[in-house]
Nanobody
Framework: QEQLVESGGGLVQTGGSLRLSCAAS????????IGWFRQAPGKEREFVAT????????FYADSVKGRFTISSDHARNTVHLQMNSVKPEDTAVYYC????????????????????WGQGTQVTVSS
């Protein structure tokens, strides 16, 4: 019953910055974590980052550590992904997803544990 809408994607040059947003509506009070995943052409969807909604604990994939920052804005029911020092390898469709139940930290990077998904937003990094 939770709705997620991504925005902020677009074309950016290598080394540049971009900020993605995930706006949630509906039963946000049931959300344990909101994460970002991405899928490049011809590749499987992969974990990027996640944040627990109530405590703001964050987790990142090794490939984006030090470059991306995930944050939450509870007043707007929104999660942001600040992307800095982007690389062509970051080109993908980015999806946000909500995990409804606490299944432990070891499950926060697992796509199948998330219950609701947004439609995705395209990020293209030019070489």
């Amino acid at each position: 019953q939770e709705q997620l809408v991504e925005s902020g994607g677009g074309l950016v040059q290598t080394g540049g910055s971009l900020r993605l947003s995930c706006a949630a509506s509906g039963r946000t009070f049931s959300t344990y974590a909101i994460g970002w995943f991405r899928q490049a052409p011809g590749k499987e969807r992969e974990f990027v980052a996640t944040i627990t909604w109530s405590t703001s604990r964050t987790f990142y994939a090794d490939s984006v550590k030090g470059r991306f920052t995930i944050s939450s804005d509870h007043a707007r029911n929104t999660v942001h992904l600040q992307m800095n020092s982007v690389k062509p390898e970051d080109t993908a469709v980015y999806y946000c997803a909500a995990q409804e139940f606490n299944r432990g930290d070891y499950m926060l990077s697992q796509m199948h544990t998330y219950d609701y998904w947004g439609q995705g937003t395209q990020v293209t990094v030019s070489s």
